[in-house]
């Protein structure tokens, strides 16, 4: 019954078992995104502003909003990226850096109870971020990797994770204040990748009682109708028990698997969410009147 | 790692634990097609004949085939429609009626090691079917109500499971020719229902080492966007560790959501079937490098 409560100045958003998944809006990042990290750099946020608002209205409950742009300021550039979405949407903030000075930056800015993404494994990185978010009361994701990198076994994966809640609760954060990324590899390169999240998620659920996130679009890298398999990632990773994603909701496709998700998890109730979306005369169907009814009874010759 | 054979005369398909998800194509039953139920009444098979080249054109691994027809001479119908499919498809059939009478005659005619679509819990029945599947070296569905109906307690319908499975050996039937169907309810009417399937499913598979099978389409009766219900409802089912389902392979999102979902389980080894049905320049993809490589290394400030 796990719940991290995350907030803005004036919405509160939970992450919990027994709740529809989280979309955090992965799109306000500059990494492989030529001009958005050239506007960025040059001061020009208009693209963060229009992704943003893109991204909410598609259905994101929260956004990711990275700055790490090579050669430039990053902690002043993420501060300001961070100020501007506060200033146009209402969704809580995945503050997104692997400089612990740019994560420091925005925290010093954010309005509200912010997820820090990340902390890994790592005791160096451990140490320096975990007080940045026991003093800001913030969330944090906790990457499954350490010194030793990323195991393929992820048992090791579950352990390094184990230790990251284990030592943010000596620094006084709460396992519910604690969201794993198990660590999505790209499942064209290693063909057990899904059934690896499978079981971590699985393990952090009901052993660590830890809420979990991930790069969900990760798993499709080099393969074709990376939506396809992106939405089958997902569909399957809820079922398992993945209780949130940082992904684009600017996939109709995407967000119908989560949405269906939703409804198989019965966390839709009365299946309202998905009526309301679905129910245009566009809408699909086979025409099926269902099986069950007359498997009920049996005639007899 | 339990295999259920099933075969026609020259082909062999094997439904089972570590193997790629066997769809069963629904179409060939009259049940609310009158067109259909009209012309099997009349002598004509054409839309049989039709049906059958389509659905395992799409991707159908095996047939179901029901000749369900109010007043009709069902057993004699039921045997000419299989002899029918036989002629023009390989792939193994599934004998579907609630009529034994019928069933005993598609059996008769059948050439290879088809499944018998269905056998209950109900006492009655079980002695009625259960010789015939023997006697012929069939494998058969067992859904999972009996005298009482249908429980909406998961644990209460895998006990019928198990029932089923334990007088099936008495008749000398192993587990892995019981292929369970532990009853898919209507999501928009029960919206437990998927929690329902995957629960049972995951115990069916843990505890009896038995195949599974339902009647996909039912999840999503009365509901919008069926296929969207549909495809998640498979996804999950089979991350939860379902092996087969009758349904129909008509709808390109359904059978995206089967091949992403083998893929998912790795069992599309170096995810060739996927790369092959969707390398066209018109597959989808975001546009992302992927998220992994960020995470690996951390930079300093």
Known sequence: MTDTLLSSATKEVRIGFDRPFVIIGERINPTGRKILAEEMKNGDYSRVVSDALAQVEAG??????????????????????????????????????????????????????????SVTGEDEVLERVLPLVAKHGAAVVAISNDETGISEDPDERFKV??????????????????????????????????????????????????????????????????????????????????????TSPLHPEVMQAVLGADVMMGHDPDCA???????????????????GGRKRRRRSA
């Open 161 to 246: 994770a184990k230790k990251i809640v284990e030592r943010a609760a000596d620094h006084g954060i709460p396992a519910a204040d604690v969201v794993v990324d198990p660590l999505v590899m790209p499942i064209g390169a290693i063909n057990t990748a899904g059934k690896q999240v499978m079981h971590i998620v699985q393990r952090l659920r009901n052993e660590l009682q830890v809420n979990t996130t991930c790069g969900a679009s990760n798993v499709s890298f080099g393969l074709p109708n990376r939506n396809g398999i992106n939405s089958a990632f997902l569909t399957m990773a809820i079922g398992a028990g993945m209780t949130s994603a940082i």
């Open 60 to 117: 994101a409950h929260m956004l990711d909003v990275n700055a790490g742009i090579p050669l430039a300021d990053e902690p002043a550039i993420l501060a300001e990226a961070i100020k501007l979405v506060q200033s146009v949407t209402d969704v809580p903030i995945s503050i997104d850096s692997s400089i612990v000075e740019a994560l420091e930056a925005g925290l010093a800015v954010y309005e509200g109870k912010p997820l820090v993404n």
């Open 273 to 291: 969410n998905w009526i309301r979306k679905y129910r245009e005369p566009t809408a699909g169907g086979n025409g099926r009147e269902g099986r």
